[in-house]
C-alpha cells in the first residue's frame, strides 16, 4: 500500500487542499500563517472580543437566558473568515477528512500554547452529530479534529457513543441569534453511561462557535451527566 502511494505521489502530486499549491501535501505552512486569530482582548469567559478584563454582551445574554453559561471557559483557534474558514468548508461539506489531521493539530498547539499550557482535564469530548446527520456526512468532523488534539494534549477520546445527539439538528448557518436559541435544547444530548463522565473535567470540542448555543447545552447535559467541570474549544469563531 505505501508503495502504492508513493507511486501515486508521482503521478499526481499531494499539494495543499485549500490554497492547492504544490509545495506542500494537505495544508501547506502559507495558509496556517494566514489564518486569522481572534483578536485580543477578548471575554474572559466566552472568549468573544471585548473590553480588557470583562465579560461581553453575549455572556450577558446567557445569564439572562440561562443564569450564566454550562462551560467554564470557551476560546476558538482562530477567526471564521479567510482559508480557515475554506479548509472547514472543504472538511465539512466536501469529504476532505485528511483535512481534520492538520487543522486538529494546529488547534492543539494553539492550546497548548495560548489556551492550555498546562492542560488540568481528564478527557476530550467531541460535539456529537445526529444519526441521521452523521449518515449523510460520513463522519463527524468535529471527532476528526478531536483525535489529533487529544493525542498532543495526551488526554483520551471519549468514545463517539459516550456522548450522542438524540434530535436531529436543523443546519444553524443561516439563523438569527434568537432562533438558534429557540434551535437548541439541553435535551438534545445524552450521555450513554454517566460513569464514564462523572466527576471528571472535560475539554469539549466543536468546529464553530457563534453564539455559544451549542456549547452551552451540550455542556448542560454533561454536567447534569456528572461531570466536574466542561471547558469549550472550537477550531474557529464566527462573529
Not at 501535501?25 to 472568549?47: D, K, M, N, T
Not at 436531529?168 to 438534545?188: C, K
Request: hydrophobic fraction near 45%.
Amino acid at each position: 500500500m505505501r508503495a502504492l502511494d508513493g507511486f501515486l505521489d508521482l503521478i499526481y502530486p499531494p499539494r495543499c487542499l485549500v490554497c492547492e499549491s504544490w509545495e506542500e501535501p494537505l495544508l501547506c505552512s502559507e495558509c496556517v500563517a494566514q489564518f486569522a486569530l481572534v483578536p485580543e482582548p477578548v471575554c474572559v469567559v466566552c472568549g468573544h472580543p471585548s473590553e480588557p478584563e470583562r465579560v461581553c454582551r453575549l455572556c450577558d445574554a446567557a445569564a439572562d437566558q440561562w443564569g450564566g453559561w454550562a462551560f467554564t471557559r470557551a476560546r476558538a483557534a482562530g477567526r471564521h473568515v479567510g482559508g480557515l474558514r475554506y479548509g472547514l468548508h472543504l472538511l465539512k461539506y466536501r469529504g476532505k477528512e485528511s483535512l481534520a489531521e492538520p487543522l486538529g493539530a494546529w488547534l492543539a498547539q494553539r492550546c497548548l500554547t495560548e489556551f492550555f499550557p498546562e492542560p488540568l482535564f481528564d478527557a476530550v469530548v467531541a460535539m456529537p452529530l445526529s444519526a441521521r446527520k452523521r449518515r449523510v456526512r460520513g463522519y463527524n468532523q468535529a471527532e476528526l479534529l478531536a483525535r489529533p488534539l487529544a493525542e498532543q494534549l495526551t488526554l483520551p477520546l471519549l468514545p463517539a457513543e459516550a456522548f450522542i445527539r438524540v434530535r436531529a439538528e436543523q443546519s444553524q448557518m443561516r439563523l438569527g441569534a434568537d432562533q438558534r436559541l429557540a434551535n437548541l435544547s439541553p435535551d438534545d444530548f445524552a450521555v450513554a453511561d454517566p460513569s464514564g463522565i462523572a466527576d471528571r473535567r472535560l475539554l469539549l470540542l466543536d468546529d464553530v462557535m457563534t453564539t455559544g448555543a451549542t456549547l452551552h447545552c451540550a455542556a448542560t447535559a454533561l454536567r447534569k451527566a456528572g461531570a466536574a467541570q466542561v471547558e469549550a474549544v472550537t477550531l474557529s469563531r464566527a462573529f
